[in-house]
């Protein structure tokens, strides 16, 4: 091989090399940059939910981007959606009105499989101040109305202390199964509900309370949360900490 192609070859070497190293910063430029995209976003107390593509967490709210007694631009409602801090708590909170339903101010897309999770704090002197709690998934996204119980939900009966009714209209399936909630007046009870195509797993605070058939195939999904139709004595449920979660296509 001559000098000349001997310095030819050397020169594309380098420039090979070069390119790589060029290509791996710039792919850490870019993730640096999305992330302080997304911490910016948090911080203008425009949005401080997250969808990012390719990666697992879909949506999340903490109202981390709200001030107390501000309204929260990620929910809707047919009521008022008031942000405000809870004595002995972390966190900023969503205060649910009597006689109101919320669901996301954009819709998500969900994955075939997927978790969403979330904190709820009920305050009350007793347990049965408290009217049900339901929350779960609905064929729309429309807050014309309030209405609990519909598509496929989850109730929490405070009043009754551990009642909890899980069902569906389509397919018409009716769950009664309990869950002692007195314990968990006055502080938060963490949700997980686990959605795996036709399926959907609750978890109460790592409490499985079923595991069966809630949807209809392709049945569009609508996250909702209706708040006790009343409240007694001074009583109140907030929510906070919202999580979906996509599952990818694994099995579980």
């Known amino acids: 091989m001559t000098i000349v192609k001997k310095?030819?070859?050397?020169?594309?070497?380098?420039?090979?090399?070069?390119?790589?190293?060029?290509?791996?910063?710039?792919?850490?430029?870019?993730?640096?940059?999305?992330?302080?995209?997304?911490?910016?976003?948090?911080?203008?107390?425009?949005?401080?939910?997250?969808?990012?593509?390719?990666?697992?967490?879909?949506?999340?709210?903490?109202?981390?981007?709200?001030?107390?007694?501000a309204t929260a631009t990620s929910f809707k409602s047919n009521g008022t959606a008031t942000i405000t801090t809870v004595a002995g708590q972390n966190g900023k909170w969503l205060d649910l009105r009597d006689k109101t339903i919320y669901k996301f101010s954009n819709p998500l897309h969900y994955p075939r499989r997927f978790t969403l999770s979330f904190d709820i704090?009920?305050?009350?002197?007793?347990?049965?101040?408290?009217?049900?709690?339901?929350?779960?998934?609905t064929s729309d996204n429309s807050v014309r109305q309030y209405a609990s119980n519909i598509g496929t939900y989850v109730q929490l009966h405070y009043y009754d202390t551990n009642q909890v009714n899980i069902g569906s209209n389509k397919p018409e399936k009716f769950v009664n199964t309990t869950f002692d909630l007195a314990p968990w007046i006055n502080r938060p009870l963490h949700i997980v509900l686990s959605v795996d195509g036709e399926r959907m797993v609750v978890h109460l605070n790592d409490v499985k309370l079923v595991d069966t058939v809630l949807f209809s195939t392709a049945a569009a999904k609508n996250f909702y949360i209706a708040a006790p139709w009343e409240y007694a004595n001074g009583s109140r449920v907030l929510v906070s900490n919202f999580k979906v979660q996509d599952l990818g296509n694994g099995t579980k």
């Open 121 to 137: 704090i009920a305050q009350a002197e007793q347990v049965n101040d408290i009217a049900p709690l339901s929350f779960g998934f």
């Open 7 to 69: 310095i030819a070859v050397l020169v594309i070497l380098i420039v090979l090399r070069s390119g790589v190293e060029v290509h791996a910063q710039l792919g850490a430029v870019f993730q640096k940059a999305k992330y302080e995209a997304v911490k910016a976003a948090g911080k203008s107390g425009k949005r401080s939910n997250v969808v990012l593509t390719g990666d697992s967490l879909v949506f999340a709210e903490n109202f981390s981007a709200f001030v107390p007694g």
